[in-house]
């Protein structure tokens, strides 16, 4: 295990305590966090304490200068930023993903990536009454779980009071420890019932209807990547597209400069010149018809 790395998303509450824990755990551990560290965070992430507040510092900042000097055989790589879709790239880097963001659009981005790249991961949040963790191996992702069950997912760190308890921490580094060293497949939902300590294990299946992983998503649409987002579907093409042709193949379509645009009904579809898609009102698989019937 020590020859492997890590990428931490996240620095709160619970990467923190990660990042204490897994000292000489790993060769190599990346953290990504835009946050700032404030006053307000010391009451559940007391791994800022020695902070001194005399100018603004990142968590990535502090908690990389804070590691290196606790832990000088493992390096340290810091990106003070908000983990996003251009960001999957650094994923290569490593060998493992480790979600410890506290909602559920960071994580569905963080899946999406680790879809892309081949990664596994550990999806991990903590609320005032449990621990939950989702290990993701190439099989039922994230987003599998998540849209079977709305609301059963709950967001994490909002409802903290107080730091990770100790039985929890060891949990959690036990879990993923196990999970690191090929001990757990993936697939599988850990939950810690704060109250009596008691561990769920569960396994979870692939939907065969899942946006992000549905094989049939993977290889028809050529080098094109096609996700679900909260203002439609996106398809990115890879190219730059001719808007002139698709506007001749497409009646009742204009042309606005760089872009082309196409309302039928309640749906409609914006191209950009580059070859990016915006889908609105549409379903996937009638999203998916359509970038056929173009790239035809
Ligand atoms: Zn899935």
Redesign the pocket.
């Known amino acids: 295990m020590e020859n492997k790395s890590i990428l931490i998303i996240g620095a709160g509450a619970l990467g923190s305590v990660f990042l204490e824990n897994s000292r000489g755990m790993f060769k190599k551990v990346g953290i990504f966090d835009g946050d700032i560290v404030s006053k307000s965070n010391l009451l559940t992430q007391p791994f800022y304490s020695g902070c001194d507040f005399s100018s603004p510092i990142s968590k990535t900042s502090f908690a990389v200068g804070k590691m290196s000097s606790l832990d000088s055989s493992t390096e340290y790589q810091g990106y003070e930023r908000y983990f996003t879709e251009s960001d999957f790239r650094i994923m290569k880097e490593y060998d493992i993903i480790a979600d410890f963001t506290d909602n559920v659009k960071s994580r569905l981005t963080i899946n999406e990536g680790c879809i892309r790249e081949g990664k596994p991961a550990v999806f991990a949040s903590l609320n005032d009454k449990e621990g939950f963790l989702y290990f993701y191996e190439g099989n ?2 994230f ?2 779980l998540f849209r079977n069950s709305i609301g059963r997912v709950k967001e994490g760190c909002e409802s903290m009071i107080s730091a990770p308890e100790k039985e929890f921490i060891t949990f959690l580094m036990e879990s993923v420890s196990e999970f690191v060293s090929g001990g757990i497949k993936g697939s599988e939902i850990r939950v810690f019932n704060l109250a009596n300590k008691k561990i769920l294990k569960s396994t979870v299946k ?2 065969p209807e ?1 946006e ?3 094989r049939h998503t993977s290889n028809s649409l050529g080098n094109g990547f096609i996700q679900i987002c909260s203002s439609g579907i996106k398809f990115s093409y890879g190219k730059g597209i001719d808007l002139g042709v698709l506007s001749g193949r497409l009646s009742g379509s204009k042309l606005y400069g760089e872009y082309l645009v196409y309302n039928k009904g309640n749906k409609s579809m914006l191209v950009s010149l580059e070859g990016d898609f915006l889908f609105s009102g549409y379903s996937k698989s009638e999203a998916e018809e359509l970038i056929h019937s173009f790239l035809a």
Request: glycine share 0%; charged share 20%; aromatic share 0%.
């Open positions: 039922a992702c987003n599998c692939r939907d899942c992000a992983c549905a």
